[in-house]
């Protein structure tokens, strides 16, 4: 006689099947053999993500964004879609490619590597259908690593998330701030950003 099943699954198993996980090495021999051609991808703790198919609010508000990154910072400073380096922990695993980066110099001075997390003044991350991942995942990374400042764009709700003070893998200062509502980078204060200039109207 069968046994009725009243929860699922109804014996303790592992809820997903197991995952490769990926290191730097692996993905540069991948990278190398055109294996990955035109994709875009992004190593973040072991997976290789995704980075395919923004949609046109994204677009638009990245180019917003970093309309007013550049004339705050210079152009020269910006990056967009460049990968960087986290904490040496975890940069065996980890190779992450957040959409706008504020460099401590300019640009041209990386000649080889990426950037290190003090060579890092903010790091931006335009999100839509990846918010839940970036609030969680990757804020943890950023954390480790000790990046001073983290934004997060939430597009759908028109806001800005804005991390701060990292301190043991995890940021102590986390607020979100409206479209009506302005907020000056820790690294250039006597310039405030307006959230609600970031979405097209």
Known sequence: M????????????????????????????????????????ELVEGELISKMGKKRLHTNTLTLVFGW?????DFRYINTGATIDVAPEDNPTNEPEPDLIVLAKPSFEFRT???R?????LVVE???????????????LYARAGI???????VAARSLVVHRDPLNGSYQS??????????SPLASPDHEFRVGDAFPE
């Open 2 to 41: 069968p046994t009725v099943v009243t929860e699922s699954p109804y014996r303790p198993v592992p809820l997903e099947p197991p995952r490769k996980r990926w290191t730097r090495a692996e993905c540069a021999v991948l990278e190398a053999s055109e294996v990955f051609q035109q994709q875009r991808l």
């Open 69 to 73: 990154l550049t004339r705050t910072f």
């Open 113 to 115: 590597g990426n950037p």
């Open 117 to 121: 997390p003090a060579d890092l003044r």
């Open 126 to 140: 335009i999100s839509d259908s990846t918010l839940g991942f970036d609030l969680t995942v990757k804020a943890r």
């Open 148 to 154: 001073a400042e983290y934004w997060v764009v939430d």
């Open 174 to 183: 986390v607020a979100v701030y409206n479209d009506r509502e302005s907020v």
